[in-house]
């Protein structure tokens, strides 16, 4: 009786000092619970490397005993990594015994390292995100942790909708550069002698073109912007013992609206209109004989509304499209005034002339790009 009572009286003091200076065996599960909506397992602690599985929030998930513990002795014994590296070499040339030559290295957590060691289903080691998981440490230490309030994983639209739902698209931009031929259709100047003859050169235009889709069109078959063209024709006339050749270059800017009429992801039909302002719109008449010749510049301006229709092949040179259509220009009524003198007034009818309207057409290809 007196031997034990003497042990129960000093059981309590070993006790304590055994708990304080002893790790031992925790009696609890090593686990943690997953936090986001879908957790990636990793099969090495890199973003980049293979995903085993993924598990869902909620669940709890099996974390290496290593994680869970505490190394007290790491702030007592100043001993770097490098140097437990070299003594574990040493010992393993000091001890050659076959049991433990295939011994797999003890797993030391990373004090930096963004991952927590996992098993996935299959019982493959796995890594896990710590900002994805909640340790299940059932001590103090768990009001360390937080859950970060934005979940990357998650990808459901919660209720109720959100206004404008659904989501409208970005944006679309075009640019369009071609070039197009024709056969210039003017009227030619008032001559005071007879038209013998007509001879035609290639009216030939060079454009760009800049627009983008419209807010109020969620299909982004209507576009709207801007559109230069640059134009050059000639034509010649065989006059009363003389030749005649009327030269007209143009650049206009203006408008342009775009409608994509059908598509799909192998071809386009697509109409356009543009009004037109030539802001140069320049004439040269060049008379000459055998012996003599003449040369006058007339210059105008004009407002020109212009449509046409073409059809697209997407992406036919790498990210460009394949853009084929016509044109149809037509120019308005307008008063042309020289700008030079004349040196045979018997060739010219004044300083002026009006030429009335008409109408070209222009064939052209050329690319676009959308971005």
């Known amino acids: 009786m007196i031997v034990l009572l003497i042990l129960a009286t000093i059981t309590p003091c070993f006790g304590a000092k055994f708990h304080k200076h002893h790790d031992g065996l925790q009696l609890r599960e090593n686990k943690g619970q997953v936090t986001v909506l879908e957790a990636p397992l990793f099969s090495s602690p890199d973003t980049d490397s293979f995903i085993i599985e993924h598990i869902r929030k909620g669940e709890e998930i099996y974390i290496h005993p290593a994680e869970f513990q505490i190394d007290r002795y790491r702030d007592v014994v100043d001993v770097t990594e490098e140097e437990i590296r070299q003594r574990k070499l040493l010992l393993n040339k000091m001890h050659q015994d076959p049991l433990f030559r295939d011994e797999e290295d003890t797993y030391i957590p ?57 989501l ?84 206009s800017a203006g408008p342009l609206i775009n409608y994509d009429l059908w598509r799909n992801d192998q071809l386009r ?60 220009n037509w120019d308005l009524p307008r008063t042309f005034n020289a700008s030079s003198s004349k040196d045979r007034p018997s060739w010219w009818s004044g300083d002026s002339f009006t030429r009335d309207s008409s109408f070209q057409t222009t064939y052209f290809v050329g690319l676009q790009g959308d971005y």
């Open 168 to 251: 409208k698209g970005p944006k679309v931009y075009r640019s369009y550069f071609g070039l197009a031929l024709g056969i210039p259709n003017y009227p030619a100047y008032e001559y005071p002698s007879q038209i013998n003859d007509t001879g035609f050169d290639f009216l030939k235009e060079f454009s760009y073109a800049w627009f983008s889709s419209v807010k109020f069109d969620p299909e982004k078959r209507l576009f709207f912007g801007g559109l230069i063209n640059v134009a050059q024709g000639q034509i010649d006339y065989q006059l009363d013992g003389r030749r005649s050749e009327e030269t007209t270059f143009k650049i």
């Open 269 to 328: 039909v697509n109409a356009h209109t543009s009004l037109q302002f030539a802001f140069i719109d320049y004439l040269e008449i060049k008379q000459f004989s055998a012996d003599e010749s003449d040369t006058r510049t007339f210059q105008s301006y004009q407002f020109a509304p212009r449509a046409g229709l073409n059809i697209q092949k997407p992406k036919y040179f790498y990210s460009m499209d394949l853009v084929v259509g016509f044109n149809l």
């Open 110 to 166: 990373e004090p930096n390292s963004r991952f927590f060691k996992t098993l996935a289903t299959s019982g493959a080691d796995a890594w896990i995100l710590k900002e994805h998981v909640f340790l299940l440490y059932q001590d103090v230490r768990e009001l360390d942790q937080t859950v970060e309030l934005h979940d990357p994983t998650d990808y459901r639209i919660e209720e109720p909708l959100p206004e404008g739902f659904p």
